[in-house]
């Protein structure tokens, strides 16, 4: 069993930044892929970003790429995501997740999501 709790959102000026973070517990996430997804209200899930728990390839959505950085601390089990030049659009619950599979999808686990708020 793997448990995943987000923090970090809140709300914040359009151009300004926040930072994520995903606590991860329960089992060895050596061959984890651990991703963020976010859901605005009135739009499907989106993916945002992954990394790899192992040797920290990463992958991010296009429409973040460039001002959203993924970013994971192996010893204390924590993700992260840096969010910069935020825009409105960028206004979600975000989720952190974990890939058990070691690929990018599907992903088993999934956190409660946090609220980012985006004003213009």
């Known amino acids: 069993q793997v448990q995943l709790v987000e923090s970090g959102g809140g709300l914040v000026q359009a151009g300004g930044s926040l930072r994520l973070s995903c606590a991860a517990s329960?089992?060895?996430?050596?061959?984890?892929?651990m991703g963020w997804f976010r859901q605005a209200p009135g739009k499907e899930h989106e993916f945002v970003a992954a990394i790899r728990w192992t040797g920290g390839s990463t992958d991010y959505a296009d429409s973040v790429k460039g001002r959203f950085t993924v970013s994971r601390d192996n010893p204390k089990k924590m993700v992260y995501l840096q969010m910069n030049s935020l825009k409105a659009e960028d206004t979600a619950v975000y989720y952190c997740?974990?890939?058990?599979?070691?690929?990018?999808?599907?992903?088993?686990?999934w956190g409660q999501g946090t609220q980012v708020t985006v004003s213009s």
């Open positions: 997740a974990a890939s058990t599979s070691g690929t990018y999808g599907p992903y088993d686990y």
């Open positions: 329960g089992r060895t996430f050596s061959r984890y892929v």
